[in-house]
C-alpha cells in the first residue's frame, strides 16, 4: 500500500504526492503527540493525526515516515505544503475523523495481507 | 453583594469559567498581526508576560465610594476605568459608559458597588502577552484588570502598555544584535579531530523553525551514509534537544559535532536553568503550561527520550543562567583514532 | 458497547466505572484535547494516551462517557478522583491508539 492508496482508501486529497514510486507502509501510527511518535521504533510508518502544524512533517522526517496523514479535514496552514516539498515527505489530508481512518486502513491492510488489491 | 469575579478570563479546559474559552481555542486563533511580524516580535510577546507590560500604580474605589468619586478620578488622571477593590479583592469596575449612566439616571452619588460592572474577563499575571492580545482582539474592552495566581488585583493592562513595552524591548534586542553574538564553547577533548562542527541557533517559541536544525542534521548523516539506525537516534536526540530549548528555555544553540568515531549533539540554552536536573530527567515530568500542551508539546518526554536514545548523555545546570546538555554517539564501532569515520 | 466489551476488545482494563451501567455508541481517537472538544461524538469513548485531569474536564463538556488511555499509560491521582466525581468511566489498555481503534471497531 502505497500514500496514493491510503488518500483513495481515506477519500483524501494529496497535497504533496512525495518524489519517485513511493515507499510502502510498513507501520501506522495514530498520535497527536510528536514526542509519542519519536519513541516508536518503525521504518516507513504512515502517520495519521489530527494534528494540522509543520512539526508533524519534521517529527516524520526524523523518524523517517513515508507519510503523513492530517484527519479532520483541517484546512493545511500554508507552510505545510512547501515544508513536505522540501523534507521529501507525502502528505495527504482526509475529511475523515482519526477513528475512522484508523479503522478503514486497517481493514485495506488486512485484506492485502489476504491477497486482495491494495 | 456579588462574589468577586474568580475565575480567570484564560479558563483553561479544567476549569469552566466565565468566559468559556478554552485555552487550546485561544491558542489556535492567530496572533492580531502575526503573520506579518518579524519573528524577534513575536519572539517578543511569547517571551513577555502580562505583569512585565500592566500597569501596577492603580487608582481604586471600594464598594462604599460613590460613583462621582470614580468619575471625578477619570476626568483628573485621564483614565477610563476605575477597578472595585477591597482587601486586596477585585470586586468589579466602573467605566465611562456606567458614570454616562448613572448622570443620565440620576444616580451618580450613589455607591460603586451597586453599579459596577461585576461580568469581568480577566487576565493572569504569567500569561504571556500574545494570550492576552488574542483577547484584545476578541472582545472589545480596552482594558483588562490582572489578578495574580492568589487572585489579588495586581495591575491593569492595555494596548498601549503592550505597544510602549514592545517598543522598549525592540530597542534593547537591536542593540543586543549590533554588538553581535558570543561564540559557543564545544569543548572537544584531547587528540580530538574534528571533522564536522554545525551550529544552529535556536530562538525561544520559534515554532515556525523549530526542528530545522535536527532534520538537516538527518540529512547531513544520510548524504554521508551513516547506519541509518544510529542517525534515527542522532535525529531524534537532535530534535528532541532543539525543541525543550525551543519551548522550555530562552533560547541557545543547538551544535552537532563529528569527531574521531563520535558524533555528539550539544544544547545549550541561556536559562533559566533548572534547580532540579533530575527531575526533568523523568518520564512525563515537564514545565510546560496549559497553552504549550494545546499546541502540540510539553508532553514532559524530552530529556528521557534523549537520554534513552543517547550513548552517553550528560546534563548540566545553574538556575539563573542555563542548561547544556550533551547527547554522544559512537558513530561507527570500532573505528581507529585519526581515521575519518567512513563516508 | 458496555465497559467490560470494550476492555475486553483491547486487552484493557476498567479502572474506573461511574456505577451505573454505562453505554458507548461511538469512539473518538484525539490527542488534542481543543479537537476533542470540538468534534467528540456525545455518548462516545475517548482513545487517547493524555492521562491527566483536563481530559476529565473536557469528556463532562463533551458528553463523552469513558477514556480509554493507551500505551498502558498510567492513571494520576487526580485523574482517577476527578473521573470518579464527574462519572466518566475510565480504561487502560497496553496497545497505541490505531491498534485499540481497529479493536474497537471490530465490535461495533
Excluded at chain 1, 26 to 46: C, E, G, K, P, T
Excluded at chain 2, 8 to 32: F, I, N, R
Amino acid at each position: 500500500m502505497k500514500i496514493n492508496d491510503v488518500a483513495r482508501i481515506l477519500d483524501g486529497t494529496v497535497c504533496y504526492a512525495g518524489e519517485g514510486p513511493g515507499r510502502p507502509v510498513r507501520h501506522v501510527v495514530a498520535s497527536d503527540l510528536m514526542s509519542d511518535v519519536l519513541l516508536v521504533d518503525a521504518d516507513d510508518m504512515l502517520l495519521i493525526t489530527s494534528l494540522a502544524s509543520d512539526q508533524v512533517l519534521r517529527t516524520a522526517q526524523i523518524v523517517g515516515a513515508m507519510g503523513v496523514v492530517v484527519a479532520n479535514g483541517k484546512p493545511l496552514p500554508s507552510t505545510m505544503a512547501g515544508i513536505a516539498r522540501s523534507l521529501g515527505i507525502p502528505l495527504v489530508t482526509v475529511p475523515l475523523a482519526k477513528y475512522e481512518c484508523c479503522v478503514r486502513v486497517h481493514a485495506a491492510r488486512a485484506e492485502e495481507q489476504r491477497g486482495g488489491a491494495a | 453583594m456579588a462574589a468577586p469575579p474568580d475565575q480567570p478570563g484564560h479558563a483553561s479546559a479544567a476549569v469552566p469559567g466565565d468566559t468559556g474559552l478554552a485555552a487550546a481555542d485561544l491558542a489556535a486563533e492567530p496572533v492580531p498581526g502575526g503573520e506579518s511580524s518579524p519573528l524577534v516580535l513575536l519572539e517578543m510577546i511569547h517571551r513577555l508576560k502580562v505583569r512585565d507590560v500592566m500597569c501596577t500604580d492603580l487608582l481604586t474605589l471600594d464598594r462604599q465610594a460613590p460613583l462621582k468619586r470614580a468619575q471625578e478620578l477619570m476626568r483628573a488622571n485621564n483614565i477610563s476605568g476605575v477597578p472595585i477593590r477591597e482587601s486586596g479583592r477585585l470586586y468589579g469596575l466602573v467605566s465611562i459608559d456606567d458614570i454616562i449612566r448613572a448622570l443620565e439616571g440620576g444616580y451618580i452619588h450613589e455607591p460603586c458597588g451597586r453599579h459596577m460592572t461585576t461580568h469581568l474577563i480577566v487576565l493572569e499575571d504569567d500569561m504571556p502577552v500574545s494570550f492576552a492580545l488574542r483577547y484584545f482582539g476578541r472582545y472589545k474592552y480596552g482594558r483588562f484588570p490582572v489578578l495574580n495566581r492568589g487572585r489579588t488585583l495586581v495591575g491593569i493592562v492595555s494596548q498601549r502598555d503592550i505597544n510602549r513595552v514592545l517598543l522598549r524591548e525592540l530597542t534593547r534586542e537591536v542593540e543586543r544584535l549590533e554588538r553581535g553574538h558570543k561564540g559557543v564553547n564545544v569543548g572537544l577533548g584531547e587528540g580530538d579531530r574534528l571533522y564536522m562542527l554545525c551550529e544552529y541557533p535556536v530562538v525561544k517559541l520559534d515554532f515556525e523553525n523549530a526542528g530545522k536544525a535536527a532534520n538537516e542534521i538527518k540529512i547531513l548523516l544520510r548524504d554521508r551514509h551513516t547506519d541509518p539506525r544510529v542517525t534515527r537516534r542522532i535525529a531524534v536526540a537532535a530534535y528532541e534537544l532543539e525543541l525543550n530549548m525551543c519551548v522550555h528555555s530562552n533560547g541557545g544553540t543547538l551544535t552537532f559535532l563529528v569527531s574521531n568515531g563520535r558524533a555528539e549533539v550539544v544544547a545549550k540554552d541561556n536559562g533559566p536553568g533548572m534547580a532540579d536536573v533530575e527531575w526533568a530527567c523523568r518520564d512525563g515530568t515537564s514545565t510546560a503550561n496549559d497553552w504549550i500542551r494545546s499546541l502540540g508539546f510539553g508532553a514532559g518526554m524530552g530529556l528521557p527520550n534523549t537520554k534513552r536514545v543517547s550513548d552517553t548523555f550528560e546534563i548540566r545546570s545553574t538556575p539563573g543562567k542555563g542548561t547544556t546538555v550533551r547527547a554522544g554517539f559512537a558513530l561507527q564501532p570500532g573505528t581507529r583514532d585519526g581515521e575519518a569515520p567512513p563516508a | 458497547m458496555t465497559l467490560r466489551e470494550l476492555a475486553a476488545a483491547c486487552q484493557g482494563e476498567i479502572v474506573a466505572t461511574p456505577g451505573a451501567a454505562v453505554a458507548v455508541h461511538a469512539a473518538y481517537a484525539s490527542d488534542l484535547l481543543s479537537d476533542v472538544m470540538g468534534h467528540a461524538p456525545p455518548e462516545s469513548v475517548l482513545i487517547t494516551v493524555q492521562n491527566h485531569v483536563n481530559t476529565i474536564a473536557v469528556c463532562t463538556l463533551a458528553d463523552i462517557r469513558a477514556v480509554l488511555i493507551c500505551h498502558g499509560r498510567g492513571i494520576p491521582d487526580d485523574m482517577l478522583a476527578a473521573a470518579r466525581r464527574e462519572g466518566v468511566a475510565l480504561l487502560r489498555t497496553p496497545l497505541d491508539q490505531f491498534h485499540a481503534a481497529c479493536r474497537l471497531a471490530a465490535l461495533a
